[in-house]
Every structure is written in C-alpha cells, then in structure tokens.
C-alpha cells in the first residue's frame, strides 16, 4: 500500500461520552439523567446492566488521560453530563460538577491534549423529561441557561465546543423508535424533538458568541450514505427521500437557514409537523465555525409501501460486518463527505466519531489483538483521506471511542475501544489497535 500523509496541521483524537463511562450516577449532587431512568427499566437494556458505574472514568479519569499520554493523542473528545452540572436541569447549579470537569480539563491542558467538549450527549436530566423533554419548546432555553454557565465556568479550558451530539439519535431514536431514552415511539413527537434540539443548538450558538467564550464551536451529525438498490428512477429517488429526512433535515437547517421544502410537503399530510416560528430558523442558522460528522455505515434504498411513513427499505451496504451488524463500506464515508463539500461548501469538517465494534478477547499474553477493528479504521481513515486530496475541508479525525464502554441499549455486549475495559476489575488494556493507531499519530499517516 502506498504511505498516506495527512496535512502537518492534521489533528488526531478519540472519543467518549458522559453516561458511557463516568459511572458515579448519583455521586456528588448529580441528578438523575434520563438514561439512569431507562437503564434501570427492565427490557430496555439487552444485557440488563446500566451506567452506574461504567468505566469508572469519574474516579480514574487521571489514569486514563496517562494512557491518552501514553497513545500519543493530540486531542480528546468528552461530554458533560447536564445532571451533573443542574440536578434538577435548571435552578441551581451544582459546584461539585464544574470542579469535575474542571480538574478534568486542566490536567488534560497539563498533559498537553487539546480538548473538545460537546454540550449534550443525550443525558437529559429527568425532570425535564418530566415537563417534556424534547417535545416541549422551553426546553431551548432551559438549555440556553445551562450552556451559558457552563461557558462562564469553563471558558479558557476548551479549545473546541459542540452543542450536540447526534441531534437525529436523540430525536428519532428516543421519540420514535423508543429504542433509546426515553423510549418514546411516536414520529410526530421525534419531529418537534428534532426542531426543539436544533432551536437549543443556535441559542447556545448565540450565547456562546454574545459572551466571548474562547474556542471554536460547531455541532456534530450522524450520517448515513444512502445509495439507490438498483439503478432506477424509483430507487434514486428512495435513496433522496432517505437522505433529505434524515441528513439534510438537520443540515439544512443549519447551513441554509430552511428545513427541505420536498419533505415539508411529503409530511403534511402523514404526521404533525413542529410550530416553527418566523425567528426559529434564523436562530438555528448561527454561524458555525465547523461541522463534526459521526459516521459509521451506509445504505441501500428501495421502495416499500409498508415502511411507513417514508415508504423506504433501507439494508446495510458491504458483505463484511462489524459486531452490531453494519455494513463495512468506507466508499460510503468518502461519498458522503464528497456530498457535504458539494451541498454545504467549504465548511472545516472533524471526524468527531468512526469506529467499530469487534469481538475481542484477551489472550493468555494479557494481549487483545483486534486485528478486524485495524483494517475498518485503516479503510475508513484511507477514505477521509481520499476525500481531503479531492477538495473536502478535513480538519481531524476522532475514533470511537478511547475505551470500551456500555453502549447505550446494547449495554456492555459491544465493545468498540481502542483500550480494553475489564468492567468486572476497571482493568485498562492498550488493544493491538490502540498501538497501531498511537503509531498512525506519531506518523501522521501509515
């Protein structure tokens, strides 16, 4: 294989979220969040565990930015958890939360790794879902107010802010399909949730620009690629409907100040689309500084009557899988990224999540050599890098994630890390990936 070299200024991280790996629920003032309610419901969780403990990453966060240290990282991506910070979502805020973080992002400062921080990475605090959640408009500003404190509190220790992470998850995911918290399965719920996380979005945008807060800010999407089954009219067309609901419904918004007008006519007449004000669109439009992109596999379309209310049946592309069943086919990655650049311009995009989870054992060496996870990431990495040669603005790559972790309704069954977690010990072991990719960083390529 020929060397691939990314731009000097290229930067190199990995990725976690709060609920995945902090563990101490209920530790230090912390409010229930809406997926310690889900977590600890029985059936919702395939392997009956929840997050109460996790990685214990709470505790251990010194040891685990060692390791960071040790791979070579230039930048960690994390969350915070909005319960840990307001308890009750809004009122009073908890010290003790911000002393975490805090101490968090000094000694990654300390240890010379930059930091990017997303805002919300599906943890509601529970007793806005008692109000609501994401259905009910005030939410926006209740997270207005929490971002706002924690720009005030944090501002000088974040070298990247992100307002969401995965806004489509939190929407479709956790109001229709009901397979994420907080379970809830109805479409015309998922499509007000989706208005009201994009409206929170640009509030915190503005706030953050109205009160100076250093860094850059962006939010990131979870995208798909989605290909016609066969080359025809109609499945052309499936595949386009396929991409406007759940790609350009959140993009557009956001880049182009309107929602799809094609999909605002197809809804009409199936479900009950969100209010959306004169001043929404213009708020959800805030400049943005740039795009984080999670992506992890693509589709096929064709049409199919029964699948409501699209009329689409989507399969995953690529004869080999990883562990959660998705299609392994990093063209995918680089024809999605070629359509960013082509619909949205030049806008600087992270890879803030790819990944994938493998079935990995540790040998009697004390070893994991997950062979399978180096040849995805050095797929996909070989295709970002494809598409930063052909004219996409590429600005970095996070890989998903630093540490195995429980993986939302999957719990603990999946693995994705590039460091081994024994949940039963907190054992922490470096996988044969974790080295191979310290070296793709010492490199800037392979």
């Known amino acids: 294989m020929k060397k691939i070299v990314f731009p000097k200024e290229f930067l190199w991280g990995a990725t976690t979220a709060s609920y995945q790996i902090e563990g101490a629920a209920f530790e230090d003032g912390k409010g229930e969040s809406i997926w310690d309610r889900f977590a600890h419901t029985p059936g919702r969780i395939s392997d009956g565990t929840n997050g109460d403990v996790g990685c ?9 930015i060692a390791i960071m240290k040790e791979l070579g990282l230039q930048a960690y991506r994390l969350s915070i958890s909005w319960p840990r910070i307001f308890p009750d979502g809004t009122g009073q805020p908890n010290a003790k939360g911000i002393e975490f973080y805090k101490n968090l992002l000094e000694e990654l400062r300390a240890n010379g790794i930059k930091t990017m921080v997303t805002l ?6 529970q007793t806005l879902q008692d109000k609501g959640g994401w259905v009910n408009r005030q939410i926006a500003d209740d997270f207005e107010l929490y971002a706002r404190h924690v720009f005030e509190q944090l501002d000088g220790l974040v070298d990247w802010w992100i307002t969401f992470n995965e806004p489509f998850c939190s929407a479709f995911l956790g109001y229709w399909k009901g397979v994420h918290a907080p379970g809830i399965q109805d479409y015309s719920s998922a499509l007000a949730a989706a208005h009201h996380l ?6 915190a945008v503005r706030a953050f620009r109205e009160t100076g807060t250093k860094g850059e800010i962006g939010i990131t999407l979870n995208m798909d690629y989605y290909y016609p089954l066969n080359d025809c009219d109609e499945d052309r067309r499936a595949a386009e409907l396929s991409h406007a609901a759940f790609n350009a419904w959140f993009a557009d918004p956001i880049f182009k100040g309107k929602y799809p007008e094609a999909m605002l006519d197809f809804y009409r007449d199936k479900v009950v689309l969100p209010e959306i004000h004169e ?14 992109l999670n992506h992890y596999f693509s589709d096929t379309n064709t049409p199919c009557p029964d699948k409501w209310p699209l009329g689409v049946k989507t399969d995953f592309i690529g004869g080999d899988r990883t562990d959660m069943g998705w299609g392994i086919n990093p063209d995918g990655f680089y024809d999605l990224l070629m359509r960013l650049n082509k619909d949205y311009g030049d806008i600087p995009i992270y890879i803030t999540e790819n990944g994938c989870a493998t079935r990995d054992i ?3 060496r004390g070893e994991v050599e997950d062979h399978n996870r180096i040849d995805f990431l050095t797929r996909y990495i070989s295709a970002a890098h494809r598409a930063l040669k052909d004219g996409v603005n590429l600005k970095g790559y996070y890989q998903w994630s630093l540490l195995d972790n429980f993986e939302w309704s999957f719990g603990f069954s999946k693995r994705f890390g590039i460091v081994h977690v024994d949940y039963k010990t907190l054992k922490r072991t470096i996988k044969k990936s974790g080295r191979w990719y310290s070296e793709v960083i010492a490199e800037n390529g392979f």
């Open 279 to 292: 001043s929404d669109l213009a708020l959800i439009s805030e400049k943005l500084d740039f795009l984080g």
């Open 120 to 125: 919300y990475h599906w943890d509601l605090p």
């Open 362 to 364: 540790v040998n009697v």
């Open 198 to 203: 994009l409206l929170a979005h640009g509030k």
């Open 56 to 64: 214990d990453h709470y505790h251990l966060y010194k040891d685990d």
